[in-house]
């Protein structure tokens, strides 16, 4: 059974960078050829997808966080990492980890953490 | 980017009564490999995401056969044929066609 868990600060103040880390069991990140992608959801609005990172290492980021957004891997870990530069108040989001499971021809966002509430304040 | 749009964005059903919600994507979601990329998922109360429908009309491993997904180019519906009240929380269709993928604004599903 596959398992997604996402760990970083619930704090960070405006203009710092917010970096998550993912962990995840069940199966190897680096093999499989599926994506591993950063999936947030500010309260009470709609759900933004950050971006992912296949298991090979090339990234595809939203062009509206592009700027702001790293998205790496660490495979002697089995995890993925998210780093968000220069936030704001507009950050303060949930933030799930997601995989997207490469089945025949498409990948299908199939798992997902539990999600991490970061909050962005002096 | 392609915009998704829900609808309604709240339903109030009955248990045992059907449910029938809409999405429309603002371009083609039809692949040329015959597939159309549309997802759904259900957000239940303080939970993640979970996928219910994908690639348009596949139920995903664990789902019940009350849910079921339909797809044209642009138009999909999800139909749920006999509301439980565990199917209660927030509705989204997700387009998988490119990226960035797009999220529509969800629906609620309440129970009467």
């Known amino acids: 059974q596959v398992q997604l868990q996402a760990s970083g600060p619930g704090l960070v103040k405006p203009s710092q960078t917010l970096s998550l880390t993912c962990s995840v069991s069940g199966v190897s990140i680096s093999s499989g050829g599926d994506f591993w992608s950063w999936i947030r959801q500010p309260a009470g609005k709609g759900v933004e997808w950050i971006g992912r990172i296949h298991g090979s290492g090339s990234t595809t980021y939203n062009p509206s966080l592009e700027s702001r957004v790293t998205i790496s891997l660490d495979t002697s870990k089995n995890q993925f990492s998210l780093s968000l530069s220069s936030v704001t108040a507009a950050d303060t989001a949930v933030y799930y980890c997601?995989?997207?499971?490469?089945?025949?021809?498409?990948?299908?966002?199939?798992?997902w953490g539990q999600g991490t509430l970061v909050t962005v304040s002096s | 980017d392609i915009v998704m749009t829900q609808s309604p964005r709240s339903l109030p059903v009955t248990p045992g009564e059907p449910a029938s919600i809409s999405c429309r994507s603002s371009q083609s979601l039809l692949y040329t490999d015959g597939n159309t990329y549309l997802d759904w998922y259900l957000q239940k109360p303080g939970q993640s995401p979970q996928l219910l429908i994908y690639?348009?009309?596949n139920r995903a491993s664990g789902v019940p056969d009350r849910f079921s997904g339909s797809a044209s180019g642009t138009d999909f519906t999800l139909k749920i044929s006999r509301v439980e009240a565990e199917d209660v929380g927030i509705y989204y269709c997700m387009q998988a066609l490119q990226t960035p993928r797009t999220f529509g604004q969800g629906t609620k599903l309440e129970i009467k």
């Open positions: 690639v348009g009309s």
């Open positions: 997601v995989r997207e499971l490469h089945s025949n021809t498409y990948y299908v966002s199939s798992d």
